[in-house]
């Protein structure tokens, strides 16, 4: 082969090619979709400690003198 054939054979296949940043916005989609519905899972357990605060409360009373003072545990 000469460095004409190679040249013209290189520039024939550099055509057949689409647009590719359009072939991979799907791509970029689909990550959207996934990291959108991550952020919701995420927000939705805001606040999930506070909603039973009553009965936190109560426990920590009704159990108050369970806990042993032992020292630091270093």
């Given at each position: 082969?000469?460095?004409a054939t190679i040249l013209y054979l290189a520039a024939e296949e550099s055509e057949h090619h689409g647009n590719v940043a359009l072939?991979?916005?799907g791509f970029g989609i689909v990550a959207l979709i996934v990291f959108a519905s991550?952020?919701?899972v995420t927000?939705?357990?805001?606040n999930v400690a506070n909603r039973h605060a009553h009965k936190a409360e109560a426990y920590a009373k009704a159990h108050e003198n369970d806990v042993?003072?032992?020292g630091?545990?270093?």
């Open positions: 082969m000469t460095l072939e991979t916005v991550l952020g919701i927000l939705s357990y805001r042993q003072q032992v630091h545990g270093h």
